[in-house]
Every structure is written in C-alpha cells, then in structure tokens.
C-alpha cells in the first residue's frame, strides 16, 4: 500500500523519454507543450545510431541498457519515442519494467497508419519509416488492422536518420533523399503521408516542399503526448507543482561522438537545456 506522501514523490519525478538518437525530441516537445510541469529526462543513443538497419535483438539490447539508465534516474514512466524501437522491443521492455517490481507505464509509438486511413480523400496513403520499422511483426499486424480498406505505400528512408542527426535539416543531402523517397509515394498518387519515424518531422519543411500542399502530412509526437497524459492521469502520477507556471526541467544525455552533437541538440530542442555527455 503506498502512503499518500510517497505517491506525491512519484508523481514529482521525471518522465523518461529515449530513441536512437535525436529524433525522439520531436516527441519531446509535444510532450513539453502539453505537461509542462513535468520534468523530463531525454536520452539520446546517437552513438548506435541508426537503429534502422540493426537487428531486434540489438535494438533490444540498447533499449535495455537506456531504460536501466532512466530508471535509475527514477523515471516514473518511459516514453520510447521511436518506431523503430517500439517495434523491436517494447513488449520485452514491458515485461520487464511494467510488471510487478517496477510498475513504471512504457509508452510507444507506431506508424499512423489508422489516422491516414481516416484522413485519406482517394484511399491511397504513403509511409515514410526506416526499413526496421516496415519489416517489423506490428507494422504487418497495423496494416492488418487499419489498412485492409485503403493502399498503403511504403517506403524505407535510408541515410535520412544519418542527415538529421548530423543536423543538416536543409542540406542537399537532405533534399535529395526527400525528393527520391517521396518520389513513389506521390507516383503512386497517395494523399496522404505518415512520418513513420521520429527523425523526419525535423525535416517535414523540406517534404512539405516536395509532395505539394495537397498531401496531408501526419506525425504522431501530439497523440504520443496525449497518451502519455492519460496514462499518467490514470494513475495519479500528474507532477503536482507548486504555483502554476512553474516548468518542468528538461535534461538531455547523449553518447554521441560527434564534435557538434551537444550544438545540434541545442539547435533541435530549440531552447537552452542541461546536456550530458557520457
Ligand atoms: N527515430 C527512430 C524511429 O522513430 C529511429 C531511427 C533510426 O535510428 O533508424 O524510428
């Protein structure tokens, strides 16, 4: 039975929010603007990066790894912010850390392929996602489920994680891979498109150039936020602050090796933070 002053200590710390690198602050914002009381702890694998080509059993194993880090930083829920690593090993994360002993809530994320079958016009619609996530076991069982009624496209985006993480959100490496990428996509005539990875809606400007303004683009780091919300409703676990507009901190670690990673952390984050390099 957990006393009431130890449940309002659980509920005052942080939320733990990993990928594969610094895609994942795409989510974090979302989540940011929506409880920003709530201080949050992002970790970014960028050294393993990226996690598209790796097997499961390796993305497994660095998820592991990260959630052993956030939890003993005392995270009182875990947000995998990729797609690529919910598909690998979220149920092997929920095994263990969700279950009696840790009870900590593991949110993931998935393509959007229900909200593009919804909002598709003509029935046709794109995925944009790493190559990890489209051969995964829940992307066929998605497709299953939401996209019996409508054609989905698609298309592994390999070499645009690697862009983003070196921060070249507009670079003609960027540009090129976008344009060759969407290429089927819009070939094929589909109205509507996915981000299926948390890395691209770094790049959504340069995509948005490129498939026109008649393509709805759909990126699933608002409904992640929401979910996160009610789940942390559920249990009672809101950060209760003390006056109203107080901000949840907001800390990065990364394992990157590259000389401008803290830069494009500050650069993705877009406002000042506390960033860790281990
Ligand atoms: N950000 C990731 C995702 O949502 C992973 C990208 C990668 O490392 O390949 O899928």
Not at 17 to 41: C, F, N, Q, R, T
Request: net charge negative; proline share 5%.
């Amino acid at each position: 039975m957990i006393e009431p002053s130890q449940k309002f200590n659980l509920a005052n710390q942080p939320i733990g929010v990993m990928d594969s690198g610094v895609g994942g602050i795409s989510v974090l914002k979302h989540i940011h603007a929506l409880l920003p009381h709530e201080p949050l702890l992002y970790f970014a694998d960028s050294q393993h990066a990226p996690y598209g080509n790796k097997t499961a059993v390796e993305i497994t194993q660095r998820c592991f790894e990260i959630a052993d880090f956030l939890i003993g930083k005392g995270v009182k829920a875990l947000v995998v912010a990729c797609n690529t690593a919910t598909a690998a090993a979220i149920d092997a994360l929920r095994d263990q850390y969700s279950g009696p002993g840790f009870n900590i809530p593991i949110i993931g994320m998935e393509p959007a392929v229900k909200p593009a079958a919804e909002a598709t016009r003509n029935g046709i619609i794109g995925v944009l996602a790493t190559v990890g996530t489209l051969k995964s076991a829940q992307f066929a069982a998605l497709l299953e489920s939401y996209g019996r009624n409508v054609e989905v496209i698609t298309q592994g985006c390999i070499g645009l994680v690697e862009c983003i993480e070196r921060g070249e959100l507009n670079s003609e490496e960027t540009h090129t891979l976008v344009r060759q990428y969407c290429a089927p996509l819009l070939a094929h005539g589909a109205d509507t498109i996915v981000l299926g990875c948390t890395h691209y809606p770094f790049v959504r400007p340069v995509i948005e150039q490129q498939v026109g303004a008649n393509v709805v683009i759909i990126d699933t780091g608002a409904a992640v936020a929401k979910q996160l919300q009610k789940r942390l409703l559920k249990r009672d676990l809101l950060t209760q602050p003390l006056y109203a507009h107080q901000k949840g901190e907001v800390s990065f670690w990364t394992n990157s090796k590259a000389p401008t990673a803290l830069q494009v952390i500050h650069e993705l984050w877009g406002a000042t933070a506390q960033i860790s390099l281990l």
